[in-house]
């Protein structure tokens, strides 16, 4: 089997295209990969260590509001279809996957003009506008959160709710026990974990400095994980670091970090949450107000809406409402432990294995 892969702009469109790859490898170690992705996104320094093979294209998103770069977009998007169609002309894939991300426009509306069998990836709880205009074009719409199939109503014969790869991936690793002590904690201690992404959040960031001596005065420990372009800031600004708490500018594993602690405070990205669910964890999530429709506040409410996680907004953070939320939660194990739960219900710990299903049924079809 011949697979394409796109997906881009940032990790959580990224990463379940990866995971769903590993394990179709696992499965069929015959099956031949080509990844799809953008000239500038952060799609070809990740897949470059993944051993496939990778070809870009050229394009851009739509701006919201009228503007002339809409104008140089529409030519974007008609040179990368023709790029797109070569691509796969040379390739010829059994299937073309899109995981998200403006790239998986022209990749998958050209597969469909060449009628090879598609399949695009919605990880949030709303579609974007991406998926929401190659619903029409493709084979089947599959999705992580129930919601999002109000967004392809009209469509609503393909869409299949699968979860997302990452979930599955995560469930299956090895880890290690004794990560909280690698980094100089206590093993059984009650802890936290705070981070705002791979590249961290500079108001979390500052959140938390203004509010230290609310960590530091109770009985558990505190991870922050600053991103590593503000930990050198947060460090200068902290007068003396209490033994509780543990400043790091980016974590390498952490899948083994997350199911060491309990409770997490982070955005409320797709894929983190797919994590969160998974491992069964609870959490506190800021959404970021920076992203398109505001769709990380809708996944969040997805979770809240369950009883498995709390949400404060980025406004929020001024105020002392974050870290009273923290201490009411870590002051109240049973409280945790029923987030926790909720969570793990939440979690699609089978995503690849549904999504080799669909796979084969349209490339049989």
Known sequence: MKIVLSGGGTGGHIYPALALKNYILTQYPETEFLYIGSERGLEREIVSKENIPFQSIKIQGIKRSLSLENIKTAWYMLRSTSHAKKILTDFQPDIVIGTGGYVCGPVLYAAAKLHIPSIIHEQNSVAGIT????????????????????????????????????????????????????????????????????????????????????YTTNDYQVILVTGNAHYQSVIDSLETIPD????????????????????????????????????????????????????????????????????????ELAENKLAILVNDVMQHEEKQKKMAHHAKELGITNASERLLTIIKECVQS
């Open 131 to 214: 998926n929401k205009f190659l619903s029409r074009y493709v084979t089947k719409i599959c999705t992580c959160f129930d919601t999002a199939k109000h967004d392809f109503q009209k469509y609503a014969n393909k869409v299949v709710l699968t979860g997302n790869p990452r979930g599955q991936e995560l469930v299956s690793l090895e880890y290690q026990q004794n990560v909280l002590e690698q980094i100089g904690l206590k093993k059984d201690k009650s802890t936290v974990l705070i981070f705002g992404g791979s590249r961290g959040a500079m108001n979390l960031n500052k959140h938390f400095i203004s509010y230290i001596n609310d």
């Open 244 to 315: 509780n708490i543990k400043v790091l500018a980016y974590i390498d594993n952490m899948p083994d970090i997350l199911r060491a602690v309990d409770l997490v405070v982070c955005r409320s990205g797709a894929t983190t949450l797919a994590e969160l669910t998974a491992l069964g964890v609870a959490s506190i999530l800021i959404p970021s107000p920076y992203v398109t429709n505001n769709h990380q506040e809708k996944n969040a409410q997805t979770l809240v809406d369950k009883g498995a996680a709390f949400m404060v907004l980025e406004k």
